[in-house]
């Protein structure tokens, strides 16, 4: 089964930036939608920004102009770009892979495959 491991997590200030790796790795041959989570304490885990197979790509309101979710195949390596980032985005944030969704998902339970996360604080 594959594998996830998210790296780029750190601590920046109210309006700076930060990039998210998610490498994978053990993939079995099959083809994965990827999306990113966030979990803040005390709230529910939600969804940040996905990417289906086809490349197409869904954002969370609360990121929509700010979060850019790519890929680089040849690495087996999603990321994630946020800018402007606000201290309510501070949270744990995981990377999560799905065999097969029929569109972008930023819905837990399709997600099958989870890293161990990476802490993202900011400060005001």
């Known amino acids: 089964q594959v594998q996830l491991v998210e790296s780029g997590g750190g601590s920046v200030q109210s309006g700076g930036s930060l990039r998210l790796s998610c490498a994978a790795s053990?993939?079995?041959?099959?083809?994965?939608?990827m999306a990113w989570f966030r979990q803040a304490p005390v709230k529910e885990r939600e969804g940040v920004a996905a990417m289906d197979t086809y490349g197409r790509t869904t954002y969370a309101d609360s990121v929509k102009g700010r979060f850019l979710v790519s890929q680089d195949t040849a690495k087996n390596t999603v990321y994630l770009q946020m800018n402007s980032l606000k201290p309510e985005d501070a949270a744990m944030y995981y990377c999560a892979a799905a065999l097969s969704t029929s569109s972008p998902s930023l819905y837990p339970p399709h997600f099958g495959v989870w890293g161990h996360g990476t802490q993202v604080t900011v400060s005001s």
């Open positions: 053990q993939y079995s041959g099959f083809t994965y939608s």
